[in-house]
């Protein structure tokens, strides 16, 4: 889809041996790093494992062709049950050849590079024949020689490269998927080359009409624009009619009702026309709209597809076999269906979880980085609960299922964001309301038209009166807008599920905003420092060591000083101690540095650090407390603007966060003044967000898994950069830039693309009103009704890609 | 005139033909996947690195 193929690669890194992007951020991703390997920068374990993997498979033209720097993700599993018996039996094909075939699915599959990386396998990997990537659907399709090498080895090499395997579940609805697409795609074909075959000798048609024709001429060319017409409109418009007659036997308004309308009497008045060599015919007219309309919904299709495959593929992640423990401890795998609540389960390290549960015997460690975002593993032993889909990663365990297929979190999720992909927007429904009564005004004049006119004459005009209020444009006016703005979103990271999000988000009403990653910068960074220069610097090198975010904070943005360290002795949830240049130095807490030096000297810098909110660091040297130093995470620049933009466009920001309240107050007063709310648990969350939706739409704006219920009982909900999978899935929108401007310029986005709709709708009204009016008085010409279909439908193509919406970036 | 008859039945078949062979790209599946292609394209250039020799095989 254009939306995604559209990010243009980014201009070529330099040559292979210097390949390392973006001094100072880490060599593979170029995000801000932390830790040196070999003298080389990283952001994380993850992207320091993938650069040494490609760099040491010779891969380093990835760096030249990728188009999206993103930090890496790699597992360090085994994957030895892929060389299972069991595994093989459900995957892996057999060939002719010997060789075998199996369908993976590769995490983080985006863009040409990672496309570079996986399919050049075969002449890294010994014994692997062939590799082929489906980028969209995240699916890989693999030949390799068995005795060559065992498929844990491949997958080995691919998790390496920052691609987690797994096996690939979606092949059945793929399957049915195909077809569907591929039925879409050549009606399309047919239906576009009839239309341009009509044209040609339609051109010829009006020419005659224009300087005289023979009458055998004009006849051979009228019979031949139906001979054409006929199979090619019939056979394109044939899902037009299905829904149009599955429409009426549930006595439901749709627009596909007067479409087939009037391409069925264009296609049986045309053809009676041609047969009796009299009177007109609109074959032309009917394949450039039949060919249109497929157009549009193909694309549309398209755009509902890419929405709901993030989260298919979550599902794809959960097992389709379990390991049931029966009563008398044996083990049997029977396929999911099988399982029901109460089930004891068997979950050996390395796979996914099946089902909802809680661990009754074992420890081990799970990964639950695809519902929560957390890529630490998390430590559960006996009582804990699982999600399906999470991996568990340490030992065996058993488990007691507490909720199976739909009824497990991760079902939950995909059937929500299914119902969302679906569900039409009201505007939708209104063009369906529109078409409803259209129908019936449209019938009714031609009734009145017949027998106005009387004869021959009446019929004629009736006939041409229905197909040029065909209402093409109608139908058009929501799918192209919405599409293009969907389009334009996405190119500019914003990534909208579907009409109705886009709805919902232009009414102007409360946006509810989560204070962390929001309006700050997201990384805590010391803005008060009390106290000697020469100290902060060794402060810095004492704090290098450390991983604390703090200790990170401390270590940065300090006069750069050379001095040996010594005795570093760090104490979890307090401060450490080390001796630098030969001082002892002790940071920390005032309260842990306060128990062994006196912290007088320093108490109204303290007590003034404390009183912005800040978080207050003590630090002694040789026993005497000397400086202090004031650490918070600062408002992002130009978050106050965005607010005031905000306030331009109609709606009343407010913030709602679970920090602590005195952080959030002291945010809220330096954006001047927004009404707020600190420590708020989540529960506390959705009961607000409900609340407030009593008095108006409610916009929510959150990252985190406790944002999620509230991100889903909103009007509307963004998810932004960094979030859960979980809030990601929650929401409607998800925001790849983590900052308010982006966030604005979706609402701005949004209300301009409503703007575009209504515009559309009353263009296509427009149109069909003077057609009708004239077809009524009996003045059109086919020539006419053939120049003024196309410009309606033009026109509100132009209209919606003349839409303000989305077109610059946040 | 008879011209005309044979040029309309000649172009007719030509345009036929061309939607016959459109069926058959998409019933063999060459338009299933449009986004992973103009991407692969990219890379028909690039080389690995080094050659290859099995110490190279991965862990």
Not at chain 1, 77 to 105: K, M, Q, S
Request: aromatic share 4%; glycine share 10%; proline share 6%.
């Amino acid at each position: 889809m254009a939306t995604l193929a559209a990010s243009p690669p980014a201009p070529a890194a330099p040559p292979a041996a210097t390949a390392a992007p973006a001094t100072g951020g880490c060599a593979h991703c170029g995000a801000p790093a932390t830790s040196s390997v070999d003298g080389l920068a990283f952001c994380c374990t993850g992207c320091a494992v993938v650069y040494r993997a490609i760099r040491t498979a010779g891969l380093d033209a990835y760096y030249q062709v990728r188009d999206q720097a993103l930090p890496a993700r790699v597992t360090d599993r085994a994957y030895d049950e892929l060389d299972d018996d069991a595994f093989r039996r459900l995957h892996v094909r057999d060939r002719a050849d010997g060789a075998r075939a199996v369908t993976l699915y590769l995490e983080d599959l985006r863009c040409a590079g990672c496309v570079w990386l996986v399919e050049s396998t075969p002449s890294i990997v010994p014994g692997v024949v062939d590799v082929r990537v489906d980028v969209g659907r995240g699916r890989c399709d693999l030949v390799f020689r068995p005795d060559a090498v065992p498929l844990s080895t491949i997958a080995r090499h691919l998790d390496s490269l920052g691609h987690p395997v797994h096996p690939y579940r979606g092949a059945d609805r793929d399957g049915a998927r195909r077809k569907d697409d591929r039925a879409m795609l050549l009606r399309m074909g047919v239906a576009g080359a009839g239309f341009g075959n009509l044209m040609l000798l339609a051109i010829g048609l009006y020419g005659g009409w224009f300087t005289g024709m023979a009458a055998d001429e004009r006849a051979l060319f009228r019979w031949a624009s139906m001979l054409i017409a006929v199979p090619t409109i019939g056979f394109g418009a044939v899902p037009l009619f299905r829904t149009a007659i599955a429409a009426l036997r549930a006595r439901r308004a749709h627009v596909d009702v007067p479409l087939a309308l009037g391409i069925a009497v264009g296609l049986v008045w045309g053809s009676v026309n041609v047969v009796l060599d009299a009177g007109e015919i609109y074959f032309d007219s009917l394949a450039m709209l039949t060919f249109l309309l497929l157009v549009s919904r193909w694309i549309v299709s398209r755009s509902h597809r890419k929405a709901a495959a993030a989260a298919e593929l979550l599902w794809a992640l959960t097992p389709r076999r379990a390991r049931r423990v029966g009563a008398d401890g044996a083990v049997t795998e029977v396929p999911i269906e099988a399982v029901a609540v109460g089930d004891r389960l068997r979950v050996r390290a390395g796979e996914a979880m099946p089902v909802d549960g809680v661990v009754v015997d074992g420890r081990s460690s799970v990964d639950a980085a695809i519902l929560t975002g957390e890529s630490r593993p998390l430590a559960i032993g006996v009582g804990d609960a699982v999600c399906a889909g999470t991996t568990n990663l340490g030992a065996p365990i058993d488990l007691t299922a507490t909720a199976v297929g739909e009824a497990t979190r991760v079902g939950a999720l995909v059937r929500h964001v299914e119902e969302l992909s679906t569900r039409k927007a009201a505007i939708e429904r209104l063009v369906d309301k529109v078409a409803g009564r259209f129908v019936f005004v449209v019938l009714t004049l031609a009734v009145i038209t017949t027998l106005a006119w009387g004869g021959t004459t009446g019929v004629e005009h009736a006939m041409s009166l229905l197909v040029v209020t065909c209402p093409c444009a109608l139908a058009l006016a929501t799918p192209l807008a919405v599409t293009v703005a969907l389009g334009r979103a996405a190119t500019s990271g914003v990534l909208i599920k579907g009409a109705d999000a886009l709805e919902r988000l232009a009414t102007p009403g409360r946006v509810v905003l989560d204070k962390t990653g929001t309006l700050t910068k997201g990384e805590p960074s010391v803005v008060t420092w009390h106290g000697p220069a020469d100290v902060r610097g060794w402060v810095a090198v004492a704090e290098r060591g450390s991983a604390h975010p703090l200790a990170r904070a401390l270590a940065a943005k300090a006069p750069e000083v050379t001095a040996s360290v010594a005795d570093h002795v760090e104490l979890r949830g307090a401060g450490l101690t080390a001796t630098v240049a030969g001082h002892a130095l002790a940071i920390g807490a005032p309260r842990w540095v306060g128990h062994a030096v006196d912290l007088a000297p320093i108490a109204d810098a303290l007590a003034a650090i404390v009183g912005r909110a800040e978080t207050p660091i003590a630090i002694a040297v040789d026993g005497v407390a000397v400086a202090a130093a004031g650490i918070t995470d600062p408002l992002r620049p130009g978050a106050a603007a965005a607010i005031a933009r905000l306030r331009a466009l109609g709606w009343t920001p407010e913030i709602l966060s679970g920090d602590d309240p005195a952080v959030v107050a002291a945010v809220a007063a330096e954006l001047g003044g927004l009404p707020h709310r600190g420590g708020v648990s989540p529960e506390a969350k959705l009961a607000h967000v409900e609340a407030a939706r009593a008095g108006g739409p409610v916009v929510m704006i959150g990252d985190g898994v406790n944002d999620a219920a509230a991100l889903a009982a909103a009007t509307a909900g963004i998810a932004v950069a960094g979030a859960a999978e979980v809030a990601v899935e929650a929401a409607d929108v998800y925001v790849r830039t983590p900052d308010l401007d982006a966030i604005v310029h979706t609402l701005a986005g949004a209300q301009a693309t409503m703007a575009t709709i209504r515009r559309n709708l009353r263009v296509s009204l427009f149109y069909n009103s003077i057609g009708g009016a004239l077809a009524i008085a009996g003045l059109i010409h086919p020539l006419l009704a053939a120049v003024m279909m196309p410009l309606s439908s033009l026109s509100v193509l132009g209209s919606s890609l003349r839409s303000r919406a989305f077109r610059t970036t946040p | 005139m008879t011209t005309l008859y044979l040029i309309l039945i000649l172009a007719l078949g030509g345009a036929a033909l061309a939607v016959a062979a459109f069926a058959w790209t998409v019933r063999s599946g060459q338009l299933d996947d449009l986004d992973t292609p103009p991407r692969r394209i990219l890379n028909d250039e690039l080389r690995v690195n080094r050659p290859v020799d099995d110490a190279a095989t991965p862990p």
